[in-house]
């Protein structure tokens, strides 16, 4: 008789990779730090990498949400780091097609809020913020209005923060066997 093999949860993996990457980012976008490196580096390997390898995962336990949710903010992160890279070459994205693609991630993470509905507050808290987080980059963008944008930092900072605690909430909670932070 074989031994079923069970899957970790990933979630906790997919939600660090988005908290940590999200806050770091918008630390910037808040204009507390410059965008260099550091922002650069956790985009591809924990926004992007880490994200998609949650995804795929979550794929194969047969949650469709969250296996779409990390796979796709994983690709995000890695299409937004090529898009400051790529100016090195040449190309540039301007602030109207900025807008236009932070737009268009404002509108997938909204419907992504609806499906947040079966879940719980904390998932209820990241998807809500973080579409608002898109809007808020989306529309600054559109206007140029700098305000706007540092006040969508402090948005994505708290965004990113609830993901930290939840990705934190996960953790702890399986190794207790009980609830010991709420979700």
């Given amino acids: 008789m074989q031994k079923e093999l069970k899957l970790a949860n990933p979630g906790p993996l997919g939600l660090l ?6 806050v770091l980012l918008n630390l910037h976008n808040a204009g507390l730090i410059p965008l260099s490196m550091v922002i650069i580096a956790m985009g591809i390997a924990m926004g992007g990498f880490a994200q998609i390898i ?12 969250g296996g779409t949710a990390f796979t796709s903010y994983g690709f995000f992160w890695l299409s937004l780091v090529i898009i400051w890279l790529f100016p090195k070459a040449g190309l540039e994205a301007d602030k109207v097609s900025m807008g236009f693609y932070l737009l268009l991630w404002g509108l997938y993470t909204a419907f992504m809020f609806i499906g947040t509905l079966k879940h719980n507050r904390t998932t209820q808290i990241i998807f809500g913020s973080l579409a608002l ?3 808020l980059l989306a529309l600054g ?16 900072i708290f965004s990113g923060l609830s993901a930290f605690y939840g990705a934190v909430a996960q953790v702890v909670n399986n190794e207790f066997g009980k609830k010991v932070l709420p979700l």
């Fill in 141 to 156: 963008d559109f206007t140029k209005v700098e305000l706007i944008t540092t006040i969508a930092g402090y948005v994505g």
């Fill in 17 to 22: 990779g988005f908290g940590l990457t999200t």
């Fill in 54 to 65: 949650a995804g795929v995962l979550e794929f194969k336990t047969g949650n469709t949400f």
């Fill in 133 to 135: 987080l898109f809007f």
